[in-house]
């Protein structure tokens, strides 16, 4: 609970630290990079603490615990031009302020909520397990590269925006990504073969990544400096629900109407989303150089 706690703090406080340490015509790269960086732990943590785990529970939690403590100080290094800011009285409103800031903002209101109905529809990962077992038969080694797939072509697909930033029309690509993402969860969901479905999973994961990359810098810069840790704060919120209520909802549809459909019809549904959603917010599908957002006021 402490642990929970801690991390609501923490991950809105990590937000505002990116806007504020770099130049903004530098931040999508920027983005690509915490984005590689991202995938790159999350594909080594599990590896690393699975050969810990093997000296002993005790080992692995205490080297967790010293990797937080270097992350703390590795913090207060960081180094920025503090802003001036006057105090606001503790108010509903004041509290609720994150909300009605993305609620009158469409851009920003567009980016986290195509993230929240798309992730709640495309949860194919959540039927991983299933997938190796019952339909691709690839057992738990199939299973481990499964789970590994996406992240490869995350971190591949970061690593070249770390590079070559989306330099315009950037809102279409972020759409034309979240289609990307909806077809290659149609195709995993319908394959029986596990290196077709290998490669659907890896441009799964690279889709996503743009997608987050365009989104992320989007946020950032468009909400002001006073608004960006309410705001991202909602967010955080809105991912994290997004990414459950996802699973959950893979279940419900895998037990009603089988795994394959349930992946099928999350892909048709996220496609849908990106069509309703260039047309609900086309404000957000006319973005195009994204270091040449400025905060909306």
């Not at 080594?44 to 785990?53: D, M, R, T, W």
């Not at 994290?240 to 909802?249: A, D, T, V």
Request: charged share 10%; hydrophobic share 50%; glycine share 10%.
């Amino acid at each position: 609970m402490l642990f929970g706690c801690a991390r609501c703090f923490e991950m809105p406080c990590q937000k505002t630290f990116l806007v504020n340490i770099v130049p903004t015509h530098y931040f999508p790269q920027a983005t690509a990079l915490s984005s590689s960086l991202f995938q790159t732990s999350s594909m080594l943590g599990p590896a690393v603490g699975g050969i810990l785990y093997g000296f002993g529970a005790d080992l692995t939690y205490i080297v967790c615990t010293i990797s937080f403590f270097l992350a703390a100080i590795a913090t207060f290094t960081i180094q920025f031009k503090p802003t001036q800011k006057t105090p606001m009285p503790l108010s509903i409103e004041n509290l609720l302020g994150g909300i009605h800031f993305i609620f009158s903002r469409p851009r920003i209101l567009g980016a986290i909520s195509l993230d929240l109905f798309a992730v709640l529809l495309g949860g194919a990962t959540a039927m991983l397990p299933i997938y190796a077992k019952d339909i691709l038969h690839c057992g738990p080694i199939g299973l481990g590269v499964l789970k590994g797939a996406s992240a490869v072509g995350a971190l591949l697909v970061a690593t070249y925006l770390t590079k070559h930033p989306i330099k315009h029309n950037a809102g279409k690509k972020m759409f034309v990504s979240v289609l990307i993402f909806g077809a290659a969860t149609i195709i995993f969901g319908l394959s029986t073969n596990i290196a077709l479905s290998v490669v659907c999973l890896a441009i799964l994961g690279g889709a996503d990544v743009i997608s987050v990359v365009v989104r992320s810098t989007l946020i950032q810069l468009l909400t002001p400096n006073e608004m960006l840790g309410r705001v991202s704060a909602v967010n955080m919120v809105f991912i994290g629900s997004s990414n459950q209520l996802g699973e959950f909802e893979s279940g419900m549809l895998a037990e009603a109407l089988g795994p394959i459909n349930s992946v099928v019809l999350g892909g048709i549904g996220t496609i849908i989303i990106a069509f309703l959603w260039m047309y609900l917010f086309p404000s957000l599908r006319k973005v195009d150089q994204l270091n040449h957002l400025k905060p909306d006021q």
